[in-house]
């Protein structure tokens, strides 16, 4: 069958580099961000992908929408399990975009030989994640593999919420000068999994931060915080993401180490294990970026919100490229003092998350 004019056989992905699909191009990196920018987008369109949801106008009313899926492994970790945190996840992709979280579909992929009470406990944790989370599942579909072809259960949920604040919360929003703040510690969820998976033991029991994390950005707009850009820190972490915000915003990011919460378990774990707790996966943490003139106020809401446990910390700046300095870039003061500069995490430090 003759191809389409405008079908084009040439892969644009450098196939001498990458002839198969890497774990790595699934983990929030450098590999993902390519797949994403020069496989996606151009046979897609180019939607903004830059934000957790897209954000549209239907009849005056602005509404987000966002979908993922979930194949974490294993299926149930210390503080969540892959029922919950698809609802939380999907949740708080919209709240990153400014939304009032509303109605989820849920799509199960269950593999054959899967025990029901494990599919019960799943199902039964959503629907506490979806009460607790304010949201509605009102729509779905099952589908069944063959044993060994699911690796027990994939799940995908696509949310949309609704938009009640006038502003514009996006990459291209964040200003020279702005605030980075972040909502709590970093690591947890990468660490809790890794830790059941690989059956690690630490002295106390690592859980993951897998929570909503809506209510605290609809109480921190309610107060009059001029938010000019969210984003949650999940595949990639903290690094990543402020990589894709200085990419899609031409701004420079500096950040401070010593300024940026690790409790201190997660840090002796992740040294034993060779992991940089920037780059760790989290479910309930997100960056926010603001104008210097609301960091008190944020911090206040912040903490006075029931999940956000330990509050919220002033972790860098924005600032405009220097002389010949190239824009794009995070750096990172460390403890010592010294500069540095915080690149994509160029492979996969912890597959199966998320």
Same mark, same amino acid.
């Given at each position: 069958?003759?191809?389409?004019?405008?079908?084009?056989?040439?892969?644009?992905?450098?196939?001498?580099?990458?002839?198969?699909?890497?774990?790595?191009?699934?983990?929030?990196?450098?590999?993902?961000?390519?797949?994403?920018?020069?496989?996606?987008?151009?046979?897609?369109?180019?939607?903004?992908?830059?934000?957790?949801?897209?954000?549209?106008?239907?009849?005056?009313?602005?509404?987000?929408?966002?979908?993922?899926?979930?194949?974490?492994?294993?299926?149930?970790?210390?503080?969540?399990?892959?029922?919950?945190?698809?609802?939380?996840?999907?949740?708080?992709?919209?709240?990153?975009?400014?939304?009032?979280?509303?109605?989820?579909?849920?799509?199960?992929?269950?593999?054959?030989?899967?025990?029901?009470?494990?599919?019960?406990?799943?199902?039964?944790?959503?629907?506490?994640?979806?009460?607790?989370?304010?949201?509605? @599942?009102?729509?779905? =579909?099952?589908?069944? +593999?063959?044993?060994?072809?699911?690796?027990?259960? /994939? !799940?995908?949920? *696509?949310? #949309?919420?609704?938009?009640?604040?006038?502003?514009?919360?996006?990459?291209?929003?964040?200003?020279?000068?702005?605030?980075?703040?972040?909502?709590?510690?970093?690591?947890?969820?990468?660490?809790?999994?890794?830790?059941?998976?690989?059956?690690?033991?630490?002295?106390?029991?690592?859980?993951?931060?897998?929570?909503?994390?809506?209510?605290?950005?609809?109480?921190?707009?309610?107060?009059?915080?001029?938010?000019?850009?969210?984003?949650?820190?999940?595949?990639?972490?903290?690094?990543?993401?402020?990589?894709?915000?200085?990419?899609?915003?031409?701004?420079?990011?500096?950040?401070?180490?010593?300024?940026?919460?690790?409790?201190?378990?997660?840090?002796?774990?992740?040294? @034993?294990?060779?992991? =940089?707790?920037?780059? +760790?996966?989290?479910?309930?943490?997100?960056?926010? /970026? !603001?104008?210097? *003139?609301? #960091?008190?106020?944020?911090?206040?809401?912040?903490?006075?919100?029931?999940?956000?446990?330990?509050?919220?910390?002033?972790?860098?700046?924005?600032?405009?490229?220097?002389?010949?300095?190239?824009?794009?870039?995070?750096?990172?003061?460390?403890?010592?003092?010294?500069?540095?500069?915080?690149?994509?995490?160029?492979?996969?430090?912890?597959?199966?998350?998320?």
């Amino acid at each position: 069958m003759a191809a389409s004019p405008d079908f084009s056989l040439s892969c644009p992905i450098p196939i001498q580099q990458y002839p198969q699909v890497l774990l790595a191009h699934g983990g929030g990196g450098k590999l993902m961000h390519q797949l994403i920018e020069q496989m996606f987008l151009p046979v897609f369109g180019r939607p903004d992908v830059s934000h957790d949801a897209s954000v549209f106008a239907v009849k005056g009313d602005r509404l987000a929408f966002t979908t993922d899926s979930y194949v974490v492994n294993p299926l149930i970790f210390p503080g969540g399990d892959i029922g919950s945190m698809a609802i939380y996840g999907t949740v708080n992709d919209l709240a990153m975009a400014g939304a009032r979280p509303l109605y989820l579909s849920a799509g199960f992929i269950l593999e054959e030989g899967l025990s029901m009470e494990t599919l019960w406990y799943i199902v039964r944790s959503m629907q506490a994640a979806a009460r607790k989370a304010g949201v509605q @599942i009102i729509t779905g =579909d099952t589908k069944v +593999v063959d044993r060994g072809k699911g690796d027990g259960i /994939f !799940i995908n949920t *696509s949310g #949309v919420g609704v938009i009640e604040s006038p502003s514009q919360i996006a990459p291209q929003q964040v200003r020279s000068q702005d605030t980075i703040i972040i909502n709590g510690d970093l690591g947890r969820h990468g660490i809790a999994i890794m830790a059941v998976r690989e059956g690690l033991e630490f002295e106390t029991t690592i859980e993951s931060d897998s929570a909503p994390i809506a209510r605290q950005v609809l109480q921190l707009l309610e107060a009059g915080v001029n938010i000019h850009c969210l984003r949650d820190l999940t595949r990639g972490g903290l690094a990543s993401t402020l990589n894709e915000i200085s990419l899609s915003s031409g701004l420079n990011l500096h950040i401070d180490e010593s300024l940026i919460p690790v409790r201190e378990d997660v840090r002796g774990a992740c040294e @034993i294990l060779g992991f =940089d707790p920037l780059y +760790v996966a989290n479910e309930g943490r997100f960056v926010a /970026f !603001i104008p210097q *003139s609301d #960091v008190d106020l944020a911090l206040s809401v912040l903490r006075e919100t029931l999940e956000a446990e330990t509050g919220g910390w002033v972790i860098g700046e924005v600032g405009e490229p220097g002389g010949s300095e190239p824009s794009g870039l995070v750096s990172l003061k460390s403890q010592i003092g010294a500069n540095r500069i915080l690149d994509w995490l160029s492979g996969e430090q912890l597959p199966r998350i998320c």
